[in-house]
């Protein structure tokens, strides 16, 4: 069979001549002379027997012959070269840029963090700096762990819940068994009283869990705000008032006895954390491992918190 096709570096010259708009840039392009890049549209034109561009003074203009080829190569010249950029990929070309939020990162994802690369060692992951408002645009991560509320909040991204949903309330040892021994905190509303933490982002979680525990009625008095949920924890520790905290992220303190919990209720609220991507970034085979691995990990951390609740009772 006679091949009627000319040969890829003739074509790569062609069509990045006719891109940059002329031969001395395409050379730079392509790491060649820009004699080189001539001689090749040359042999082009030889090959189809009509020119294909026009050599101006300072540019080139295309042929109807020329933007004809160009027309039919172009994409196929880009996925060739996409496609031959991924099979050159070594397993540490396999970056993956992440944001996480600071305290998920270092209480609960990083101490798992092993697991994955076990099982995936071609995966380089680079943490990268964590942005409140991500909004993936310019010089940004693959992918993003941000902490809102899910699909509504992020309608043109890909977004898959991840924990953090389950809340507790946490405080001082000393504060419960001081109020305890005085008669106090029989009921979740009592808590009301108190001093009460917050993260900065999610003022409204103490009314919402007040609510969820039986009482509406009770306005909470907020009290001092922290945008960090690891900073949360130390002022409980330091004995500052009575935090509301993913229980997630506090299984350390709660083993330990650097806080406890007044009332372990089986509370959940909207806000969680979220794997966040562009739409279309999935496809990228580096993402696609990590989320597969992410899901499972959370899924299977969610449902030991959730026997363990429904044991407690058994166990009591």
């Not at 002379?33 to 561009?53: C, D, M, N, W």
């Not at 809340?167 to 068994?177: F, G, N, T, Y």
């Not at 900065?200 to 009625?217: H, I």
């Not at 909470?220 to 509301?244: C, N």
């Amino acid at each position: 069979m006679r091949l009627h096709s000319p040969s890829m570096s003739e074509l790569h010259a062609f069509a990045a001549a006719v891109r940059l708009g002329s031969f001395s840039k395409a050379a730079m392009e392509l790491c060649v002379t820009q004699s080189a890049i001539s001689r090749a549209v040359a042999r082009l034109e030889f090959h189809y027997g009509k020119p294909l561009l026009l050599r101006r003074a300072n540019t080139i203009a295309l042929t109807a012959a020329g933007q004809q080829l160009l027309d039919a190569v172009r994409e196929p010249l880009a996925a060739i070269e996409a496609a031959s950029a991924r099979l050159r990929e070594s397993p540490a070309d396999q970056p993956l840029n992440l944001s996480v939020v600071p305290t998920l990162a270092s209480v609960w994802l990083i101490p798992r963090l092993k697991a994955f690369q076990q099982l995936h060692p071609e995966v380089r992951i680079n943490f990268v700096p964590y942005r409140k408002d991500e909004d993936f645009s310019g010089a940004t991560p693959d992918a993003a762990v941000l902490t809102g509320l899910g699909p509504g909040q992020w309608p043109h991204w890909d977004c898959d819940y991840l924990i953090g949903r389950e809340v507790v309330p946490i405080c001082h040892p000393a504060r419960l068994a001081q109020r305890q021994a005085a008669g106090a905190w029989r009921s979740p509303g009592e808590l009301a009283d108190e001093p009460l933490l917050y993260h900065t982002t999610a003022p409204g979680n103490w009314a919402q869990w007040l609510q969820a525990a039986g009482a509406p009625e009770r306005a909470p008095r907020l009290s001092t705000a922290f945008d960090q949920v690891s900073m949360l924890i130390q002022a409980v520790i330091a004995d500052m008032g009575v935090a509301l905290v993913q229980r997630c992220l506090v299984s350390a303190e709660l083993a330990s006895g650097a806080v406890a919990v007044p009332f372990d209720l089986p509370i959940t609220l909207a806000r969680g954390y979220f794997l966040c991507a562009p739409s279309g970034q999935r496809r990228k085979p580096a993402l696609t491992a990590f989320r597969r691995w992410l899901l499972q990990t959370a899924q299977d951390d969610v449902a030991a918190l959730n026997a363990a609740l429904r044991a407690r009772p058994q166990d009591a």
